[in-house]
């Protein structure tokens, strides 16, 4: 295992607006000078954005369950159809700060199935999550070596609350070419000590570093994290989806 | 609010193996070139080391909870009975992993009271968390500035696991010089849309951030993070504990 040294963090500049069909991959090809190794964090936003996951809630047809949780929660009922929609089931439901707990499609535990409906410049609608992450950080990764041919890896992030601490911190939801967990059971230290840490969500903590260098009142949804080199693929590898404790093992649903 | 830019990040090389009573400050001061808004994560172990925070397992009498928790878990009962020590409550018992999920006397929740008897120099010894990790961050920063005069901030950090999520990931468990939490509710975008971004755990990134140019298999328990000057503060501020959920709000107790 190689040492770890220097990273950096900076942000990719010029992107536009997204809207859908843009081709993310490669105009941060096209607008920071990538290397080898390098690591692209994207938010989710402008992710969903390209994959046309906006919903105008005009055409959103509320059941019953929406409607009931709706009143409760004090939210648009079209809204909760979404976020019902894109759950697998409701995990926990906060009345008092208008938000469910779900479990999404995809296995993630979150706020709301993370559909935003916030910051958009439509207004009247509504954003999904990718319908794959991995398949968008995939997607991206190739976007991105068609375009100028280095070999990167990409992680889609999202800011996602947490039980028991205040505040949302930015995850990865979607990654290719990096391992979302690194183990380290088993391994010893320099004095043949055998290593407490376990198993680190590498890809995780690479999307919150990259949030730190983001602008959050402009344009910058894609940030690039250079010096994690020794920790990129060549395959896309397992993606985010290895990185979510199934429900059978997790004491908190 | 000033934007954000490019953040480096780089371990502190140098610091020997640590024992009671080492000024963590004035050998980070010493070991690297600090300049005004740096801050620096020093990861809990070595914090708690300097802070005399290792008991000899000997000395521990196992009372009768400690005793039948440790023989369903698999465990130690004179650990069992330090993590009992350590908490204000079991939350859940992961009989499978041999892990019990506590609330710590500072109101943490994590694993085994974040007690740990792995990868220490002594054998038949454990690690306890440091008594106040908001304190400790303010000692060091005190010792930082008395050492070069420079103003930093100053992050504990310990790996946790998390809810919902496979692995560990580095967060802050005490802080001084830097807000835990960045509030971003109810402000614009460029556009003068109002930004979804709500309460970000900033000390919490910032310890993930860290994380990744750490050397697990080499002593880098502290790591530095250049370009956040914006968010240092002249105050000690709030600390981390400030960014624990209230056990009575929160839905996974």
Same mark, same amino acid.
């Given at each position: 295992m190689t040492g770890r040294g220097e990273i950096h963090v900076f942000p990719v500049p010029g992107l536009p607006e997204v809207t859908e069909g843009f081709d993310l991959g490669g105009a941060v090809a096209a607008n920071v000078d990538l290397q080898a190794g390098d690591v692209v964090a994207i938010s989710q936003k402008v992710v969903s954005k390209s994959e046309g996951r906006l919903v105008r809630l005009a055409t959103v047809e509320p059941g019953a369950r929406a409607s009931g949780l709706a009143e409760r929660l004090g939210k648009d009922p079209r809204l909760v159809e979404l976020i019902l929609g894109e759950s697998r089931s409701v995990i926990r439901e906060d009345s008092d700060r208008g938000i469910l707990?779900?479990?999404?499609?995809?296995? =993630?535990?979150?706020?709301?199935?993370?559909? +935003? #409906? /916030?910051?958009?410049?439509?207004?009247?609608?509504?954003?999904?999550?990718?319908?794959?992450?991995?398949?968008?950080?995939?997607?991206?990764?190739?976007?991105?070596?068609?375009?100028?041919?280095?070999?990167?890896?990409?992680?889609?992030?999202?800011?996602?609350?947490?039980?028991?601490?205040?505040?949302?911190?930015?995850?990865?939801?979607?990654?290719?070419?990096?391992?979302? =967990?690194?183990?380290?059971?088993?391994?010893? +230290? #320099? /004095?043949?000590?055998e290593l407490s840490a376990t198993v680190i969500a590498t890809a995780d903590q690479v999307a919150a570093a990259a949030d730190l260098a983001r602008n959050k009142t402009s344009r910058t949804p894609a940030v690039l994290i250079r010096g994690l080199a020794h920790r990129v693929t060549e395959g896309h590898g397992p993606g985010c989806a290895s990185q979510l404790r199934p429900a059978a093992e997790d004491l908190f649903r």
């Open positions: 707990i779900t479990e999404t499609v995809h296995g =993630l535990v979150c706020a709301n199935s993370g559909v +935003d #409906s /916030s910051n958009l410049p439509e207004t009247d609608a509504a954003l999904l999550l990718p319908e794959d992450p991995d398949e968008s950080a995939r997607r991206i990764r190739r976007q991105i070596a068609s375009s100028c041919g280095v070999r990167t890896a990409v992680i889609v992030s999202d800011s996602l609350g947490r039980a028991w601490r205040l505040g949302q911190a930015e995850v990865a939801i979607g990654c290719a070419g990096i391992a979302p =967990l690194e183990d380290w059971r088993g391994r010893t +230290d #320099s /004095s043949g000590r």
